[in-house]
Protein backbone atom coordinates (compact mmCIF):
# COMPACT_ATOMS: atom_id res chain seq x y z
CA UNK A 1 0.00 0.00 0.00
CA UNK A 2 3.06 2.33 0.36
CA UNK A 3 2.99 2.61 -3.60
CA UNK A 4 -0.59 4.74 -3.09
CA UNK A 5 -2.02 1.94 -6.28
CA UNK A 6 -5.29 2.71 -5.14
CA UNK A 7 -4.67 6.63 -5.10
CA UNK A 8 -3.53 6.49 -9.00
CA UNK A 9 -5.74 4.57 -9.98
CA UNK A 10 -8.65 7.09 -11.45
CA UNK A 11 -12.57 6.41 -9.85
CA UNK A 12 -14.21 7.46 -12.73
CA UNK A 13 -17.81 6.07 -11.73
CA UNK A 14 -19.83 8.18 -9.50
CA UNK A 15 -19.74 6.28 -5.83
CA UNK A 16 -22.91 6.00 -4.35
CA UNK A 17 -21.26 7.23 -1.18
CA UNK A 18 -18.23 8.88 0.01
CA UNK A 19 -16.88 8.85 3.88
CA UNK A 20 -14.90 12.25 5.47
CA UNK A 21 -12.92 10.45 8.48
CA UNK A 22 -10.93 6.98 9.27
CA UNK A 23 -11.85 7.10 12.83
CA UNK A 24 -14.26 4.53 13.96
CA UNK A 25 -17.15 5.97 13.07
CA UNK A 26 -16.29 6.55 9.54
CA UNK A 27 -14.78 3.15 8.34
CA UNK A 28 -17.88 1.30 10.47
CA UNK A 29 -20.18 3.45 8.38
CA UNK A 30 -17.50 2.59 4.79
CA UNK A 31 -17.43 -1.17 5.98
CA UNK A 32 -21.27 -1.72 6.37
CA UNK A 33 -22.10 0.16 3.61
CA UNK A 34 -20.15 -1.80 1.27
CA UNK A 35 -21.05 -5.25 2.48
CA UNK A 36 -24.65 -4.24 1.33
CA UNK A 37 -23.10 -3.13 -2.12
CA UNK A 38 -23.02 0.63 -2.38
CA UNK A 39 -20.12 1.78 -4.03
CA UNK A 40 -17.50 3.64 -1.62
CA UNK A 41 -15.11 5.62 -1.25
CA UNK A 42 -13.36 6.85 2.36
CA UNK A 43 -10.60 9.54 3.12
CA UNK A 44 -8.45 10.02 6.18
CA UNK A 45 -6.31 12.94 6.33
CA UNK A 46 -4.19 11.58 8.60
CA UNK A 47 -3.35 7.72 10.01
CA UNK A 48 -6.54 5.83 10.28
CA UNK A 49 -7.54 5.94 14.49
CA UNK A 50 -5.00 8.94 14.67
CA UNK A 51 -7.40 11.44 16.42
CA UNK A 52 -10.15 10.44 18.78
CA UNK A 53 -10.28 6.44 17.82
CA UNK A 54 -6.68 6.02 19.29
CA UNK A 55 -6.91 8.03 22.49
CA UNK A 56 -9.71 6.07 24.61
CA UNK A 57 -9.50 4.16 27.45
CA UNK A 58 -10.18 1.32 25.52
CA UNK A 59 -13.01 -0.07 26.74
CA UNK A 60 -16.20 -2.26 25.14
CA UNK A 61 -18.47 -0.83 28.00
CA UNK A 62 -21.86 0.35 28.92
CA UNK A 63 -20.94 3.58 31.17
CA UNK A 64 -21.49 2.89 33.77
CA UNK A 65 -21.20 6.33 35.04
CA UNK A 66 -24.24 7.08 32.44
CA UNK A 67 -27.22 6.02 34.41
CA UNK A 68 -26.92 9.12 36.84
CA UNK A 69 -27.19 11.08 34.09
CA UNK A 70 -30.39 8.64 32.93
CA UNK A 71 -28.79 8.06 29.52
CA UNK A 72 -30.68 4.67 29.81
CA UNK A 73 -31.07 4.21 25.68
CA UNK A 74 -27.15 4.89 25.36
CA UNK A 75 -26.52 2.47 28.17
CA UNK A 76 -28.97 -0.24 26.75
CA UNK A 77 -27.74 -0.37 23.25
CA UNK A 78 -23.92 -0.07 24.70
CA UNK A 79 -24.52 -3.07 27.08
CA UNK A 80 -26.47 -5.05 23.93
CA UNK A 81 -23.14 -4.37 21.85
CA UNK A 82 -20.64 -5.41 24.15
CA UNK A 83 -20.78 -9.46 23.27
CA UNK A 84 -22.11 -8.41 19.73
CA UNK A 85 -18.50 -7.01 19.23
CA UNK A 86 -16.49 -9.24 21.25
CA UNK A 87 -17.79 -12.39 18.79
CA UNK A 88 -17.35 -9.93 15.94
CA UNK A 89 -13.37 -9.46 16.92
CA UNK A 90 -12.43 -11.96 20.09
CA UNK A 91 -8.49 -11.32 18.90
CA UNK A 92 -8.62 -7.68 19.86
CA UNK A 93 -11.24 -7.34 22.45
CA UNK A 94 -11.39 -9.29 25.26
CA UNK A 95 -14.02 -9.34 29.24
CA UNK A 96 -12.59 -7.62 31.68
CA UNK A 97 -14.10 -7.82 35.36
CA UNK A 98 -13.83 -4.21 37.30
CA UNK A 99 -13.33 -4.05 40.35
CA UNK A 100 -15.08 -0.63 42.12
CA UNK A 101 -13.59 0.02 46.03
CA UNK A 102 -15.99 1.67 48.51
CA UNK A 103 -16.27 3.08 51.97
CA UNK A 104 -18.84 4.24 54.09
CA UNK A 105 -19.19 8.26 53.26
CA UNK A 106 -17.59 8.17 49.79
CA UNK A 107 -18.60 9.41 46.87
CA UNK A 108 -21.87 7.61 46.00
CA UNK A 109 -23.83 5.63 49.04
CA UNK A 110 -23.73 1.76 48.92
CA UNK A 111 -27.05 1.18 47.78
CA UNK A 112 -26.99 3.54 44.79
CA UNK A 113 -24.34 1.78 43.60
CA UNK A 114 -26.00 -1.72 43.50
CA UNK A 115 -28.87 -0.19 42.03
CA UNK A 116 -26.48 1.23 39.63
CA UNK A 117 -25.21 -2.26 38.96
CA UNK A 118 -28.22 -4.32 38.73
CA UNK A 119 -29.54 -1.98 36.15
CA UNK A 120 -26.18 -2.60 34.53
CA UNK A 121 -26.73 -6.49 34.33
CA UNK A 122 -29.93 -6.57 33.34
CA UNK A 123 -30.11 -3.64 30.79
CA UNK A 124 -28.58 -5.44 27.76
CA UNK A 125 -29.02 -9.20 27.56
CA UNK A 126 -25.94 -10.23 28.89
CA UNK A 127 -24.96 -13.85 28.56
CA UNK A 128 -21.54 -14.71 28.75
CA UNK A 129 -20.29 -12.19 30.90
CA UNK A 130 -20.48 -12.82 34.54
CA UNK A 131 -22.78 -10.94 36.60
CA UNK A 132 -21.70 -8.63 39.87
CA UNK A 133 -20.38 -9.42 43.19
CA UNK A 134 -19.34 -8.63 46.60
CA UNK A 135 -15.71 -8.56 47.30
CA UNK A 136 -13.70 -8.64 50.71
CA UNK A 137 -10.97 -6.47 50.01
CA UNK A 138 -9.05 -7.80 52.96
CA UNK A 139 -9.05 -11.38 51.69
CA UNK A 140 -9.00 -10.81 47.88
CA UNK A 141 -5.84 -9.89 46.18
CA UNK A 142 -7.80 -7.24 44.39
CA UNK A 143 -7.45 -5.14 48.15
CA UNK A 144 -3.56 -5.73 48.42
CA UNK A 145 -2.27 -2.74 46.26
CA UNK A 146 -4.95 -0.24 47.83
CA UNK A 147 -4.92 1.41 51.33
CA UNK A 148 -6.63 -0.42 53.65
CA UNK A 149 -9.23 2.00 54.27
CA UNK A 150 -10.60 0.27 51.56
CA UNK A 151 -12.74 -3.29 53.09
CA UNK A 152 -15.48 -3.73 50.43
CA UNK A 153 -15.89 -3.48 46.96
CA UNK A 154 -17.88 -4.25 43.83
CA UNK A 155 -16.83 -6.22 41.00
CA UNK A 156 -18.54 -6.26 37.42
CA UNK A 157 -17.93 -7.22 33.99
CA UNK A 158 -16.68 -5.01 31.03
CA UNK A 159 -14.79 -5.61 28.02
CA UNK A 160 -11.64 -4.28 26.91
CA UNK A 161 -10.40 -3.37 23.10
CA UNK A 162 -7.66 -2.21 21.08
CA UNK A 163 -8.88 0.55 19.74
CA UNK A 164 -6.65 1.62 16.92
CA UNK A 165 -6.38 -1.86 15.96
CA UNK A 166 -10.64 -2.01 15.75
CA UNK A 167 -10.50 0.68 13.13
CA UNK A 168 -7.69 -0.49 10.71
CA UNK A 169 -9.60 -3.81 10.90
CA UNK A 170 -12.87 -1.95 10.05
CA UNK A 171 -10.70 -0.41 7.17
CA UNK A 172 -9.26 -3.62 5.86
CA UNK A 173 -12.72 -5.11 5.96
CA UNK A 174 -14.04 -2.28 3.91
CA UNK A 175 -11.69 -2.15 1.31
CA UNK A 176 -11.76 -6.41 1.30
CA UNK A 177 -15.45 -5.32 0.01
CA UNK A 178 -14.72 -3.35 -2.00
CA UNK A 179 -14.34 0.25 -0.56
CA UNK A 180 -11.87 2.78 -2.10
CA UNK A 181 -9.91 3.53 1.00
CA UNK A 182 -7.19 6.98 0.81
CA UNK A 183 -5.04 7.21 4.21
CA UNK A 184 -3.38 10.17 4.45
CA UNK A 185 -5.42 12.05 1.89
CA UNK A 186 -6.91 15.22 2.82
CA UNK A 187 -10.38 16.19 1.49
CA UNK A 188 -9.65 19.69 0.61
CA UNK A 189 -13.11 20.89 -1.30
CA UNK A 190 -17.04 19.43 -1.63
CA UNK A 191 -19.28 20.97 -3.47
CA UNK A 192 -22.87 20.13 -4.80
CA UNK A 193 -23.44 20.09 -8.55
CA UNK A 194 -27.25 19.63 -8.38
CA UNK A 195 -27.07 15.62 -7.55
CA UNK A 196 -23.41 15.41 -7.31
CA UNK A 197 -20.81 16.03 -4.75
CA UNK A 198 -17.74 16.68 -6.33
CA UNK A 199 -14.74 15.65 -3.86
CA UNK A 200 -11.28 17.16 -4.33
CA UNK A 201 -8.49 15.35 -2.36
CA UNK A 202 -4.48 15.99 -1.86
CA UNK A 203 -2.55 13.62 -0.28
CA UNK A 204 0.00 14.15 2.31
CA UNK A 205 2.82 13.03 1.16
CA UNK A 206 2.64 14.21 -2.98
CA UNK A 207 0.89 16.71 -2.97
CA UNK A 208 -0.69 14.92 -5.59
CA UNK A 209 -4.69 15.77 -6.00
CA UNK A 210 -7.42 14.00 -7.36
CA UNK A 211 -11.69 14.63 -7.83
CA UNK A 212 -13.93 11.81 -7.07
CA UNK A 213 -17.73 12.06 -7.43
CA UNK A 214 -20.60 10.75 -5.36
CA UNK A 215 -24.29 10.84 -4.60
CA UNK A 216 -23.73 11.23 -0.99
CA UNK A 217 -21.41 12.68 1.16
CA UNK A 218 -20.96 11.66 4.96
CA UNK A 219 -19.15 13.97 7.32
CA UNK A 220 -17.46 11.40 10.06
CA UNK A 221 -14.25 13.61 10.44
CA UNK A 222 -14.66 13.20 14.74
CA UNK A 223 -13.24 16.84 16.38
CA UNK A 224 -13.05 18.29 12.97
CA UNK A 225 -16.61 17.65 12.17
CA UNK A 226 -17.42 21.23 12.42
CA UNK A 227 -14.21 22.63 10.59
CA UNK A 228 -15.47 20.43 7.73
CA UNK A 229 -18.72 22.00 7.57
CA UNK A 230 -17.16 25.35 7.84
CA UNK A 231 -14.33 25.18 6.11
CA UNK A 232 -13.93 22.53 3.17
CA UNK A 233 -17.78 22.49 2.08
CA UNK A 234 -17.78 26.59 3.02
CA UNK A 235 -20.30 27.13 5.65
CA UNK A 236 -19.86 29.76 8.26
CA UNK A 237 -19.95 29.05 11.91
CA UNK A 238 -21.12 25.84 11.74
CA UNK A 239 -20.88 24.59 15.83
CA UNK A 240 -22.15 21.73 16.22
CA UNK A 241 -19.96 19.35 18.18
CA UNK A 242 -18.02 20.44 22.23
CA UNK A 243 -14.56 19.60 22.42
CA UNK A 244 -13.54 17.79 25.53
CA UNK A 245 -10.10 16.66 26.36
CA UNK A 246 -9.45 13.24 27.86
CA UNK A 247 -5.75 12.26 28.66
CA UNK A 248 -4.46 9.32 30.18
CA UNK A 249 -0.63 8.04 31.73
CA UNK A 250 0.62 4.83 31.33
CA UNK A 251 3.13 3.84 34.51
CA UNK A 252 4.47 0.48 35.87
CA UNK A 253 2.03 -1.89 36.50
CA UNK A 254 0.83 -1.21 40.04
CA UNK A 255 -1.05 -4.75 40.88
CA UNK A 256 -0.21 -8.37 39.71
CA UNK A 257 -3.73 -9.65 39.17
CA UNK A 258 -5.90 -9.23 35.08
CA UNK A 259 -8.69 -6.99 36.86
CA UNK A 260 -9.52 -3.31 36.28
CA UNK A 261 -10.79 -0.61 38.77
CA UNK A 262 -13.26 1.64 38.66
CA UNK A 263 -12.08 4.73 40.73
CA UNK A 264 -14.67 7.68 41.81
CA UNK A 265 -13.38 10.91 42.59
CA UNK A 266 -14.61 13.59 45.23
CA UNK A 267 -15.53 15.93 42.17
CA UNK A 268 -18.01 12.82 41.15
CA UNK A 269 -15.45 12.39 38.17
CA UNK A 270 -14.54 8.45 37.96
CA UNK A 271 -11.31 7.11 36.25
CA UNK A 272 -9.85 3.75 35.55
CA UNK A 273 -6.49 1.74 36.14
CA UNK A 274 -6.32 -1.03 33.51
CA UNK A 275 -3.84 -3.90 32.96
CA UNK A 276 -1.91 -2.48 29.94
CA UNK A 277 0.60 -4.43 27.48
CA UNK A 278 1.55 -6.99 29.97
CA UNK A 279 4.33 -4.78 31.91
CA UNK A 280 2.13 -1.49 32.69
CA UNK A 281 -0.67 0.12 34.27
CA UNK A 282 -2.86 2.69 32.19
CA UNK A 283 -4.59 5.71 33.93
CA UNK A 284 -7.59 7.52 33.11
CA UNK A 285 -9.43 9.92 32.13
CA UNK A 286 -9.78 13.16 32.40
CA UNK A 287 -12.49 15.44 31.05
CA UNK A 288 -12.25 19.29 30.34
CA UNK A 289 -13.38 21.64 27.43
CA UNK A 290 -10.58 21.79 24.86
CA UNK A 291 -10.95 25.46 22.53
CA UNK A 292 -7.84 24.57 20.26
CA UNK A 293 -7.14 22.63 17.29
CA UNK A 294 -7.92 18.93 17.99
CA UNK A 295 -4.42 18.68 16.21
CA UNK A 296 -2.17 19.96 19.14
CA UNK A 297 -3.97 18.10 22.03
CA UNK A 298 -1.58 17.33 24.48
CA UNK A 299 -1.72 16.26 28.45
CA UNK A 300 -1.25 19.03 30.42
CA UNK A 301 0.75 19.41 33.50
CA UNK A 302 -2.46 20.10 35.41
CA UNK A 303 -4.01 16.49 34.07
CA UNK A 304 -0.66 14.74 35.45
CA UNK A 305 -1.25 16.43 38.84
CA UNK A 306 -4.79 15.28 38.35
CA UNK A 307 -4.62 11.90 37.62
CA UNK A 308 -1.32 10.95 40.15
CA UNK A 309 -3.26 12.41 42.62
CA UNK A 310 -6.38 10.84 42.26
CA UNK A 311 -4.92 7.44 41.72
CA UNK A 312 -2.97 7.96 45.01
CA UNK A 313 -5.98 8.37 46.67
CA UNK A 314 -6.47 4.73 46.21
CA UNK A 315 -3.02 2.75 45.62
CA UNK A 316 -1.24 2.14 48.99
CA UNK A 317 2.05 3.03 46.84
CA UNK A 318 1.48 6.77 45.37
CA UNK A 319 1.34 7.54 41.62
CA UNK A 320 4.08 9.96 40.64
CA UNK A 321 4.54 11.94 37.50
CA UNK A 322 8.32 10.28 37.63
CA UNK A 323 6.23 7.02 37.41
CA UNK A 324 5.38 7.60 33.65
CA UNK A 325 6.79 6.27 30.82
CA UNK A 326 3.97 7.22 28.10
CA UNK A 327 1.25 9.17 27.83
CA UNK A 328 -1.60 10.30 25.57
CA UNK A 329 -4.62 12.66 24.71
CA UNK A 330 -7.32 12.78 22.28
CA UNK A 331 -10.51 15.22 22.09
CA UNK A 332 -13.69 13.91 22.05
CA UNK A 333 -16.32 15.18 19.85
CA UNK A 334 -19.40 15.27 21.98
CA UNK A 335 -22.80 16.59 20.23
CA UNK A 336 -23.54 20.03 22.23
CA UNK A 337 -26.51 19.81 24.25
CA UNK A 338 -25.48 22.59 26.47
CA UNK A 339 -24.37 20.68 29.76
CA UNK A 340 -22.56 22.80 31.82
CA UNK A 341 -20.01 20.45 32.69
CA UNK A 342 -17.66 18.78 30.51
CA UNK A 343 -18.39 15.26 32.63
CA UNK A 344 -21.83 15.76 32.36
CA UNK A 345 -22.24 15.86 27.90
CA UNK A 346 -23.80 13.67 26.49
CA UNK A 347 -21.95 10.54 25.11
CA UNK A 348 -25.05 9.67 22.78
CA UNK A 349 -24.74 10.33 18.91
CA UNK A 350 -26.73 12.29 16.55
CA UNK A 351 -26.95 12.05 12.98
CA UNK A 352 -28.31 14.93 11.10
CA UNK A 353 -28.92 14.67 7.23
CA UNK A 354 -28.74 17.95 4.87
CA UNK A 355 -29.92 18.59 1.43
CA UNK A 356 -33.49 19.02 0.21
CA UNK A 357 -35.41 17.98 -2.50
CA UNK A 358 -33.05 17.08 -5.62
CA UNK A 359 -29.84 18.35 -3.68
CA UNK A 360 -27.14 15.40 -2.83
CA UNK A 361 -27.42 14.78 0.86
CA UNK A 362 -24.95 15.12 3.43
CA UNK A 363 -25.04 12.76 6.34
CA UNK A 364 -23.28 14.28 9.56
CA UNK A 365 -22.01 12.27 12.43
CA UNK A 366 -22.20 14.15 15.56
CA UNK A 367 -20.47 12.49 19.02
CA UNK A 368 -20.74 8.89 19.88
CA UNK A 369 -18.55 6.19 21.69
CA UNK A 370 -16.51 2.92 20.16
CA UNK A 371 -18.69 0.78 21.82
CA UNK A 372 -21.92 1.27 19.62
CA UNK A 373 -19.82 2.50 16.44
CA UNK A 374 -21.48 -0.78 14.95
CA UNK A 375 -25.19 0.17 15.56
CA UNK A 376 -24.01 3.99 14.64
CA UNK A 377 -23.47 2.33 10.84
CA UNK A 378 -26.77 0.83 10.94
CA UNK A 379 -28.30 3.69 11.65
CA UNK A 380 -26.32 5.89 9.38
CA UNK A 381 -27.29 3.03 6.99
CA UNK A 382 -30.93 3.68 7.65
CA UNK A 383 -31.00 7.31 6.55
CA UNK A 384 -28.64 6.91 3.27
CA UNK A 385 -31.09 4.65 2.44
CA UNK A 386 -33.96 6.76 2.61
CA UNK A 387 -32.01 9.25 0.56
CA UNK A 388 -30.47 7.52 -2.53
CA UNK A 389 -31.90 4.30 -2.06
CA UNK A 390 -32.52 0.87 0.40
CA UNK A 391 -29.06 -1.77 -0.88
CA UNK A 392 -29.32 -5.03 0.69
CA UNK A 393 -30.33 -5.46 4.46
CA UNK A 394 -28.10 -4.84 8.01
CA UNK A 395 -24.97 -7.76 8.61
CA UNK A 396 -22.48 -6.45 10.93
CA UNK A 397 -24.36 -8.10 13.92
CA UNK A 398 -23.24 -11.59 12.71
CA UNK A 399 -19.75 -10.93 11.34
CA UNK A 400 -16.27 -11.25 11.97
CA UNK A 401 -13.30 -8.76 11.30
CA UNK A 402 -10.26 -9.98 9.48
CA UNK A 403 -8.51 -12.69 11.87
CA UNK A 404 -11.93 -13.61 13.95
CA UNK A 405 -12.20 -16.67 12.78
CA UNK A 406 -12.29 -18.28 16.40
CA UNK A 407 -14.32 -18.08 19.60
CA UNK A 408 -14.54 -15.92 21.73
CA UNK A 409 -13.37 -18.26 24.43
CA UNK A 410 -10.76 -19.59 21.62
CA UNK A 411 -7.97 -17.11 22.21
CA UNK A 412 -5.52 -19.49 24.34
CA UNK A 413 -6.02 -22.40 21.63
CA UNK A 414 -4.91 -19.96 18.97
CA UNK A 415 -1.63 -18.48 20.69
CA UNK A 416 -0.97 -22.49 21.24
CA UNK A 417 -1.81 -23.34 17.58
CA UNK A 418 0.60 -20.69 16.36
CA UNK A 419 3.51 -21.92 18.77
CA UNK A 420 3.10 -25.54 17.49
CA UNK A 421 3.41 -24.18 13.78
CA UNK A 422 6.50 -22.25 14.81
CA UNK A 423 8.20 -23.33 18.02
CA UNK A 424 10.67 -21.51 17.24
CA UNK A 425 8.42 -17.93 18.70
CA UNK A 426 8.61 -17.15 22.48
CA UNK A 427 5.22 -17.36 23.99
CA UNK A 428 5.45 -13.73 24.71
CA UNK A 429 5.62 -12.74 21.25
CA UNK A 430 2.91 -15.21 20.27
CA UNK A 431 0.85 -14.27 22.59
CA UNK A 432 0.59 -10.68 21.17
CA UNK A 433 0.95 -11.60 17.45
CA UNK A 434 -2.30 -13.55 17.96
CA UNK A 435 -4.12 -10.57 20.18
CA UNK A 436 -3.18 -8.41 17.52
CA UNK A 437 -4.06 -10.26 14.17
CA UNK A 438 -5.99 -13.08 15.58
CA UNK A 439 -5.76 -16.23 12.49
CA UNK A 440 -3.69 -13.88 10.57
CA UNK A 441 -0.65 -14.18 12.85
CA UNK A 442 0.30 -17.31 11.02
CA UNK A 443 0.07 -15.24 7.35
CA UNK A 444 2.92 -12.55 8.92
CA UNK A 445 5.19 -15.34 10.21
CA UNK A 446 5.26 -16.74 6.96
CA UNK A 447 7.33 -19.49 6.06
CA UNK A 448 9.76 -18.72 9.09
CA UNK A 449 11.58 -21.91 11.00
CA UNK A 450 14.21 -20.32 12.73
CA UNK A 451 13.73 -16.76 14.13
CA UNK A 452 16.73 -15.48 11.92
CA UNK A 453 13.83 -15.49 9.26
CA UNK A 454 11.34 -13.37 10.85
CA UNK A 455 14.04 -10.38 9.41
CA UNK A 456 15.09 -7.44 11.50
CA UNK A 457 14.58 -7.11 14.58
CA UNK A 458 13.36 -3.84 15.25
CA UNK A 459 13.25 -4.56 19.54
CA UNK A 460 10.21 -5.67 21.90
CA UNK A 461 8.67 -8.32 19.92
CA UNK A 462 9.02 -6.40 16.86
CA UNK A 463 10.36 -7.51 13.61
CA UNK A 464 10.17 -7.06 10.21
CA UNK A 465 8.00 -9.36 8.74
CA UNK A 466 5.58 -7.49 10.56
CA UNK A 467 6.54 -4.29 9.43
CA UNK A 468 6.16 -5.39 5.90
CA UNK A 469 1.97 -7.12 6.61
CA UNK A 470 1.81 -3.32 8.08
CA UNK A 471 2.87 -1.89 5.54
CA UNK A 472 1.63 -4.22 2.57
CA UNK A 473 -2.27 -5.10 4.22
CA UNK A 474 -3.07 -2.09 6.71
CA UNK A 475 -1.53 1.53 5.16
CA UNK A 476 1.30 1.97 7.85
CA UNK A 477 3.51 4.32 6.61
CA UNK A 478 5.89 5.85 9.30
CA UNK A 479 7.65 4.59 13.40
CA UNK A 480 4.70 5.81 14.61
CA UNK A 481 1.72 4.22 12.90
CA UNK A 482 3.91 0.75 13.50
CA UNK A 483 4.46 1.58 17.40
CA UNK A 484 1.53 3.22 18.53
CA UNK A 485 -1.92 2.42 16.76
CA UNK A 486 -0.91 -0.97 14.84
CA UNK A 487 1.42 -2.30 17.82
CA UNK A 488 2.18 -0.77 21.32
CA UNK A 489 5.97 -2.04 20.69
CA UNK A 490 6.71 1.91 21.39
CA UNK A 491 6.67 0.98 25.07
CA UNK A 492 9.73 -1.13 24.66
CA UNK A 493 11.93 0.08 22.31
CA UNK A 494 14.49 2.29 22.84
CA UNK A 495 15.31 6.14 21.20
CA UNK A 496 17.51 4.57 19.09
CA UNK A 497 15.74 1.28 17.98
CA UNK A 498 12.91 3.78 17.07
CA UNK A 499 14.87 5.79 14.70
CA UNK A 500 16.20 2.76 13.04
CA UNK A 501 12.30 1.76 12.44
CA UNK A 502 11.81 5.23 11.33
CA UNK A 503 14.72 4.93 8.13
CA UNK A 504 13.33 1.75 7.54
CA UNK A 505 9.82 2.81 6.79
CA UNK A 506 11.59 5.59 4.71
CA UNK A 507 13.17 3.42 3.00
CA UNK A 508 10.38 1.68 2.12
CA UNK A 509 7.84 4.05 1.77
CA UNK A 510 8.91 7.45 1.26
CA UNK A 511 8.96 10.22 3.93
CA UNK A 512 5.80 12.28 4.62
CA UNK A 513 5.90 15.76 3.37
Known amino acids: MCEHKSWRRVVSEVLDLFVIGGGINGCGIARDAAGRGYSVGLAEMNDFASGTSSGAT ?31 APHVIWPLRFVLPYQKGGVRPAWLIRLGLFLYDHLGGRK ?89 LVNAAGPWVDQVLNGVMGKNNAHNVRLVQGSHIIVRKKFNHPRAYFFQNPDNRIFFAIPYEGEFTLIGTTDRDYKEDPKDVRISAEEITYLCNAASEYFAEPVRPSDIVWSYSAVRPLFDDGAS ?85 EKIHAERLVRCYGT ?74
Open 58 to 88: KLIHGGLRYLEHYEFRLVREALMEREVLWAM
Open 128 to 216: LLPATKTLDLKKDEAGKALKPIFGRAFEYSDGWVDDARMVVLNARDAANRGARIFNRAKVVSARRDGGIWNVALRHAETGETSSIQARM
Open 341 to 425: KAQEATRDYVLKIEGEGTDAPLLNVFGGKLTTYRRLAEHALEKIGEKIGLKGPAWTAGSRLPGADFPVDGYEAQVRQLRSRFPFL
Open 440 to 513: DAGNIVGLAGVPADLGRHFGGSLYECEVRWLIEKEWARTAEDVLWRRTKQGLFLTPEQVADLEAYMIEKCGRLQ
